[in-house]
């Protein structure tokens, strides 16, 4: 089962809304990522996590809060965004131990989010 | 930073064709992937190689890892109108999980 969740598939929010996303897996996996993804673009990496711990954070702006409760969840909470953060959000795991497939990022179907 | 350049950048397929991608980089890299994303959804991996010279298939399709480590290639064998999609090489470099992207070929059915 390479399968990672994301909730909510779709999301509207205005500017002065806070909303969070959310991202599960249940493959074992102790790295998660978020990504950003602009339409006809590649991925964009926003945050890692590795064993529950922030271990890269791309010069992210702090409207967007990253949140890891345990190895299973990753959050993203999103707080006076602006229109131009509109963009398909994507949540990645991978092993993260010292084996070959642990580079291997497996990434859930996205949040299609809409800042008005 | 390091960048990866993806080519061609987009495609028109023919049912039954053999089509191939490749990636290029000035850097080398220890990992490489190939992810198929369609439309509304996230990218699927396909294939991971992580040897110089490495060839790796999954059904139709075929990815190598360059000899000088600088390069990719994936080839879609008998194509399908179902291999519609972009597709995304993503490389790895020595330390760390962090995956440098290519721009993404669109694979499109000719008309």
């Known amino acids: 089962d390479t399968e990672v969740t994301q909730t909510p598939k779709h999301l509207v929010m205005g500017m002065t809304n806070k909303k969070s996303l959310k991202c599960e ?18 991925p964009e990496l926003m945050f890692v996590y590795s064993y529950e711990k922030l271990s890269i954070n791309e010069s992210v702006p702090s409207r967007f809060s990253p949140e890891c409760p345990n190895s299973s969840l990753l959050n993203l909470h ?28 497996y990434f859930g179907p996205g949040t299609r989010l809409t800042v008005t | ?3 990866l350049n993806q080519s061609p950048q987009s495609m028109f397929i023919q049912e039954g064709e053999d089509v191939s991608m490749n990636c290029t980089s000035s850097s080398i890299f220890n990992t490489w992937l190939w992810y198929k994303q369609d439309p509304g959804e996230g990218p699927v991996l396909l294939i991971a190689l992580y040897k110089a010279g490495e060839l790796t298939s999954n059904g139709r399709l075929t990815a190598q890892f360059g000899i000088t480590r600088k390069d990719s290639f994936l080839n879609i064998s008998a194509s399908i109108p179902s291999d519609v999609g972009i597709y995304f090489c993503a490389g790895r470099m020595a330390a760390g999980n962090k995956l440098t992207f290519g721009g993404g070929t669109r694979v499109l059915v000719k008309p």
């Open chain 1, 25 to 42: 897996q249940h493959m074992g996996h102790r790295a998660m990522y978020w990504y950003k993804q602009k339409a006809k673009k590649p």
């Open chain 1, 78 to 105: 999103l707080h006076a965004l602006q229109p131009e953060d509109s963009a398909l959000y994507l949540c990645a795991s991978s092993q993260d131990r010292l084996v070959k497939s642990s580079y291997e990022q």
């Open chain 2, 1 to 3: 930073g390091q960048q």
